[in-house]
Each structure stands twice: as C-alpha cells, then as structure tokens.
C-alpha cells in the first residue's frame, strides 16, 4: 500500500505543470517580500520606506494582486476536488480573519476567502456546462471568453469606489442604493463605513479569476489535440498537463510558453537549479501564506528588541 502511494505521489507530480509552479512560487515570494516591507512600514514604524507608501509600491501591489488570482483561475480549471479545494480555502481565509479580529486587526473578504468563495460559486455552473454542452466547443471559446473577462475586468476596475472605469479613468458613476451593507461589500459594493486591510470582492477580481480559467481550458483543449495526434503518429507520449504553445511538444522538450518566458527571464542554468525550489514554493502556496506573516513577525520582533 505505501509502495502504491507513492507511485501515485510521483505521477501526481509528473503530471503538475513546473512552470505554472514556478510562477505561483515566484508570486508567493514576491507577496512574501511586499508583506514583510509592509509591516516595517505600517506596525513597526521603520523610517526610510517613503518609495511604498507611493506609486512604486502601488503598482508592485497590484503586480502581486493580478498575477495571483489571474494564476489561480488558470490552476483552478486543471485541478481535480474542486468543491473541497474551494472549501479548504475558504475555510483558511475565515481563520486568518479569526485570527486577524484577535489582534484588533480588522481583514474582511480578504484573497483567500475571495478564492474559496468563487470557486465553490464556480464549481456548479461548470458541471452543469461541461454536462450540457460539448467540452470541446466549451473550450475553444477560451480565448475569447479570457478577452472579454480581461475587458470587463478593466471596466469594473473602480466597481469599490463606485463607478466604472479603471484607476484615474471614471466612466459612469454607480448608484448609491448599491453600497448598502456588508454583504454588498462582498459584491463588491462596501458601504462608505467598510473597512478592511484585506479586501478582494466578487467585483471585479472575479473576472480576473475567469480570464485565467479560460486561457486554461483552451490550452487543455491544445493539449488533447496534441495528445491524439501524438497516438495516431506514435511519435511522442504527451502528458495529460503538460505541453507547449501552439503545437505541443513534451514538458521534457521545454515547449512551454511559460517555461520559455521562465528562461528567458532567468537563464537556461538558473531555471533548472532553481527552478524546482521555485515550484517547492508554488506547490506549497497556501500554508506558505498562512505562516508567512507570523514568520515575519517574529523575526523583526527579535530583530528590534536585540538592537535594544
């Protein structure tokens, strides 16, 4: 029996796509380095970060924010147990707003609570269409299905301060009647009184999340196309998640295109000697998260109190 799990261990592990764990790995580090800057700046008072407070880290924010939930979309269409991973991070995401309210810090709907909820929201419609319409055709609608959630993504952009638009760019001016209460706020309309220094809503990171998702199936439907010409040519094994851009090759061929932008950013050398810590971190995303500001905490706390 332990010789069967782990077999199964191993093919799970040949099966998960390196560079999309590369990707969420360097995600996960990145958000890592923003949080510990922020509680330098924001609980310890460390002079000498004005840089963070302004556009610099706005827009280094906002990096983390997109690349996250647009990743996590493109992860949540290529898992299996969908309903229970949702539940097991929307139950996290409840925990770290528990544990938030016991230090007097308020976080509602923060990013794992958004992820849990829309992918519980997702899970039955997407049974109900893979049943009632054919998968392949479901699929080739990725890419414009990923366009049309980018653009409305882009127009709901300003949705929690109520208008259209995005950033500076205001287009139509929401009704009031919309931010009523704290369940609007999980819409994404928050009362004037609505506080959280954790706050992603349904609106608009919703369809963020959906452009991943649908960039994912149609490069699943890329991968079966490639798959069954690979078994009528009997020329190549492809992998059920791995493959390339356009026509697919084997992950071992580094046909990827994420693997490809990987090596352009980080060397050829480089990402095969880190690239396996970089998917270690990816695989491991949400304890990561968990543990990462308590981690942080400590560390500067220690570090304080010995310069004392």
Known sequence: METNRTERKQENKKQRLLWLDCWR???????????????????????GFDWYSGLPGYVWQQSICWS????????????????RRGATILFAGALVEAVAGAFGQEIHYGILSFLGLWQLLLTLPEDWLSREMRLRSWCRIGPLGAALCLGLFFLCRNVNQGNLGFESLKLITLPKALYRSR???????????????????????????????????????????????????KSCTVRGMNGGFGGISPAEEGGTLGEILLRRLFGKSLFRRRGRLLAWVGRH???????HQPI?????????RLRR
């Open 68 to 83: 996250f939930i647009f990743l996590s979309g493109y992860s949540y269409a290529l898992g299996k147990n969908k309903f």
């Open 25 to 47: 790995g360097f995600a996960v580090l990145n958000m890592c380095l923003y949080h510990g800057l922020w509680d330098l700046v924001y609980y310890f008072e460390i002079p």
């Open 183 to 233: 369940l609007t706020a999980c819409l994404g309309f928050p009362p004037a009184d609505f506080f959280s220094l954790d706050y992603f809503s349904l609106l608009p990171w919703g369809f963020l999340f959906l452009a991943g998702y649908f960039l994912s199936q149609y490069r699943a439907e890329q991968r079966r196309d490639a798959a069954d010409a690979a078994d009528a040519a």
């Open 296 to 304: 942080w905490m400590a560390i500067f706390e220690i570090a304080i």
């Open 285 to 291: 995303a949400l304890p990561i998260y968990l543990l």
